[in-house]
């Protein structure tokens, strides 16, 4: 609990995270042991008094256990993770094989179509689950409920333990979809190309919140990031403001403006006519193999920076810098 502590501290000082606050004991609650877990025939075996647990072991455990982390969820569920120690490497990172001869897709992602996929030959679309508003009237009738309850009685506790669950199954049926769409993609391309995200400041915007929120843009470019890393595949993040939309894909000429509802348009110049999404996926593929043949041979041929060891990070950066095609048609 005290590196745990030290951990979210250093997290604030250095700017990564919020200050830290104190967790109530109805939130989700968890308990890390460092050493000494075995797992015994389909139980977990905790040093001290705990002893014995039995548990759903969902896969062989490979490698040495090193630390395992007991959770329990709102809705009164245990979990254990169990993080394991293997001999052997993730596979060395393959951009210059991908850019020759593996696919690259461009993902635009969006509210209505929850991905628009253009890999350069064909543009598919996936459409948006709206997994929390599936389940927004049954949620309000349990939160009301739980709202006439007497605080501290039991019959609240279990009115909450329903409305947790209700929560729980959201995000469960939410990770399920990100994960089968990632897995999918992951497989079918070298490259992934996506818009950086600043959902946070989008989740402010009170008339789209939820629907931001419920959609999980950032929970899925990470199942990206760590799926296409385990491969030695590459996810190439490029800047918000790049005009991904106002862009004609075929000729480079830039829109000055391009709103929300228009769907369809025709480019003024070239005379192309292009639907809004897929004109977008095109020009973040472009982008993303501009991106990566001016940076990409450097880094990643080397192996070293392009797969660092944590987190979102396989990703190569950069800002746009204004083509030459859209320059000369100003
Ligand atoms: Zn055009």
Redesign the pocket.
Known sequence: TTLNLVTAYKNFFEGRARYPRFKAKRNKQSIQYPQSVTVVDGCLKFPGRVAKVKAKIHRPIEGTIKTVTVSMTPSGKYYASVLTEVEGDNPPASTERSRSEGKVAGIDLGLKDFAIVNDGVKTSKYANPKHLAKHERNLKRKQRKLDRKEKGSKSRNKARKLVAKVHERVSNVRQDYLHKLSRKLVDENQVIVVESLNTKGMVRNHKLAKAISDVGWGMFVNFLSYKLEEEGKVLVEIERWFPSSKL??????QVAEMPLDIRAWI??????HHDRDGNASANIRAEGIRILSVSGTGTAADGGDVRPKLGRKSKLTQSPVRSEAQASTK
């Open positions: 004609c894909s075929n000729c480079h000429y480019c003024p110049s070239c005379g192309t």
